[in-house]
């Protein structure tokens, strides 16, 4: 996967925006859904991306995964951070997308859920 993959396929998700909203880290790339966050990666590097996880396979992940590392800047029970060195095979990165975004539209509000639905 290279950083356009990521890009498309992160914008083929229903309802997702991009944005670069922190300005003393402007190289950091970050996609929502309903204005939550459910990926990040440095546009300059995508040296890694940042995914939410589920709480009770994010240990276990880790232990098969040595690439899927504690993130820097998010919660470590929630987050992991996927270093992008090719021992992961696309399947996987895009599978952990799709449950990065699906683990947000799980905590959406109804009507925040519908109003994607209608999107």
Known sequence: MNIEDY??????????????PFPKLEDVLVFKVAGKMFTATNITTFSSFSIKCKPETIEELRAEYPAMQEPSYFSKKHWSNVIMDNTISDQHLYEWLDISYSLV????????KLNLENQ
């Open 7 to 20: 890009r498309t396929y992160c914008l083929s998700k229903k309802g997702v925006t991009e944005s670069l």
């Open 105 to 112: 539209v799980a905590k959406l509000t109804k009507k925040e």
